[in-house]
């Protein structure tokens, strides 16, 4: 296919250019009512489903071109464009593809959209915990956990993680597929997986059956712009569609969805020469770093996306770290209790991004030696393989209190505690809270992190079920 057109906003051009008068939503009319020119731009594409301008949930014309290129262009069976983020993708993919009761094995540290699916589809969560020395999830653990639940039905997997960490994916997928189950992938982070080596592999070429991808995360489209994949037989198309129609907004954002269709060109158009330039600006970026600024680099491991960058200073937390950086306006992606994440721009050959000044900025850095806690006792015995206490349907009849969290060990959590950025839950709904769940939650709150759920906290408390 002709990978050089962006059919949606090719039509939404020619209806600016008609001048058109607006009797129809939104209520800016075009702009005009923006008395900030700023806005008033932005509002001439933000229009609604008139004629020629097709419709998200019935495409026919310029959408409907638009996913056809988008489906090319990752060689997937169909692809759609998601606008309320890669959150609408994951309710989508696990309640059009498991059934009440049943049995999924789904990764532990998923983000809290897959949490809040399964809640919704209402089966039961097999969790597997991935490797505390390398965050990967281990196939021999995927055939352990096939043994100890032979009926698993559906694996929901992250890949990459939010640091671009990959695993033996390929391996894992053969195991799944090897026990009749379909494997549905958060690949939130890798839209650009596409992309030829040092750029790992996607999900999608590895054999997934659904993936997902957050196209506003690491390609230049805006945010909520989202793709979700169909990548074989083993998904039926028809309960794909019929969730995304119930589940995405009826008034889909054409702004949006324009970038989607932006994002999807621009992948389609970056060359070795342009990977190749990406990369270079990043070593050079790193280079300047460690030979003007205290900062260091966190090693990659083997397969990670060379986008991520993880910096640390040996004195401070990474929560500290984040304060600084943020005192000179640079804003890293994510802090956690050792690092900052940076994620770093795709470029094409000639364009320029400010590392320069970034590092400038940082080269001005003071930093004080302050003795730096580690976060857990590595001695902490942590189950692979684990079940919630409760069905979900059980917990909806139970009565709940809050609990002080140094008396919480043993109990079980009634509500999630979420550490925002990633979103991925430190406490499920209906997980037994152990002693490592104490001693990081004790630990985060010590280094200031952000949660969501989190108001008990305030009072040094959690929500448990009462006994």
Do not use: W
Not at 328 to 355: C, N, Q, S
């Amino acid at each position: 296919m002709n990978q050089n057109r962006m059919p949606l906003i090719e039509v939404l051009q020619k209806h600016i250019h008609k001048q058109s008068i607006s009797f129809h939503v939104p209520g800016h009319k075009n702009g005009l009512l923006f008395t900030d020119e700023r806005l008033a731009a932005f509002g001439a594409f933000d229009v609604t489903e008139l004629t020629g301008l097709d419709d998200l949930h019935e495409p026919e014309e310029a959408i409907a071109q638009a996913e056809a290129l988008l489906t090319d262009l990752y060689q997937t069976k169909k692809s759609y464009f998601l606008v309320n983020g890669s959150t609408v993708g994951n309710l989508a993919m696990i309640l059009a593809t498991c059934k009440q009761g049943d049995q999924v094995l789904v990764q532990r540290n998923c983000h809290k959209s897959i949490v809040h699916a399964l809640m919704l589809a209402k089966v039961q969560p097999i969790f597997i915990t991935p490797s505390q020395t390398n965050q990967a999830i281990e196939p021999d653990y995927v055939a352990a956990a096939f043994k100890q639940y032979p009926q698993i039905k559906a694996c929901i997997f992250t890949y990459p993680d939010y640091y671009g960490r990959i695993y033996d994916l390929p391996t894992i997928i053969e195991i799944i597929h090897a026990h009749q189950a379909i494997v549905l992938i958060d690949e939130a982070h890798g839209a650009h997986f596409s992309l030829a080596a040092p750029i790992p592999d996607s999900a999608l070429a590895l054999g997934a059956d659904i993936v997902v991808h957050s196209a506003h995360k690491m390609l230049p489209a805006m945010t909520m712009g989202s793709y979700l994949h169909i990548n074989s037989d083993r998904v039926s198309v028809k309960r794909i569609e019929q969730y995304l129609t119930i589940l995405q907004s009826s008034s889909p954002s054409y702004p949006i969805m324009a970038s989607l269709d932006y994002a999807r060109h621009y992948l389609a158009h970056i060359t070795n020469e342009d990977l190749h330039y990406t990369l270079s600006c990043r070593q050079q970026f790193m280079q300047q770093i460690k030979q003007k600024t205290e900062l260091q680099i966190v090693p990659s491991t083997e397969g990670q996306d060379p986008l991520k960058l993880m910096l640390f200073h040996p004195h401070i937390s990474g929560f500290q770290l984040q304060s600084k950086l943020e005192e000179v306006a640079i804003y890293p992606e994510l802090a956690d209790p050792d690092v900052v994440l940076l994620t770093l721009p795709l470029l094409k050959v000639g364009m320029e991004f400010p590392y320069e000044q970034a590092v400038e900025k940082m080269s001005h850095l003071e930093f004080k030696a302050n003795h730096r806690s580690s976060l857990i006792d590595g001695n902490i015995p942590i189950e692979r393989i684990t079940k919630l206490m409760f069905t979900y349907d059980e917990m909806n009849e139970m009565e709940t209190e809050a609990v002080y969290i140094d008396d919480a060990e043993g109990r079980v959590a009634a509500q999630m505690l979420i550490p925002y950025p990633p979103g991925i839950p430190l406490l499920l709904t209906g997980e037994k809270i152990t002693e490592h769940h104490v001693k990081t939650l004790r630990y985060l709150i010590a280094n200031h992190a952000r949660f969501q759920g989190g108001d008990p906290l305030i009072d040094g408390k959690v929500i448990v079920f009462t006994l």
